[in-house]
């Protein structure tokens, strides 16, 4: 049998029990979940998964920090990576003068293709899957794919450009 409260106690709204504290302190966890823990994206779009970009009209990378993905254009092709090093999550650096990726905390090395070179790294960067629309490429930044678990998955993540005069006098 519980305690009787104090009569100062007894209608007081913190003396409403155990259950109504604990359906308050879960409450506010899922609030919290949902404020703080939310990735950003979810946060700024609210469930909106894809995001457009412009074709490059030169080979090249474009990191978009907002929507962490790194958006590159190389040899006739269209990749889209998650921004985080799949070593430990630092957000990669394209190095424009070397034409690769490098992470600035264990110094892992990518070829634009986010093939594995060198480093702490042990697999390639995570590709997203992305599709061509006109003159624009539409990153499903909810589907990532990591080549160790998703082999197909990793290899499909392109976008062909047709061959131009100019690839053709390389």
Known sequence: MPAALPPDCAECPLASGRRSF???????????AVLVLVPRRAAAGWGVATQRYAIPATDGATIDRDNQVI????????????????????????????????????????QPDGTFISGRATRNMDRLSLTREGDAVVVDVDALHKSTEDAAGWVAAVVHLPATAADSAR
């Open 22 to 32: 604990l359906h308050t302190a879960a409450r506010a966890a899922g609030a919290f």
């Open 71 to 110: 958006l590159v254009r190389w040899m006739n092709a269209i990749y889209a990576f998650a921004l985080s090093c799949p070593h430990q999550n630092t957000a990669l650096r394209w190095d424009a003068a070397d034409g690769r990726f490098q992470c600035p905390k264990h110094h892992s090395k990518y």
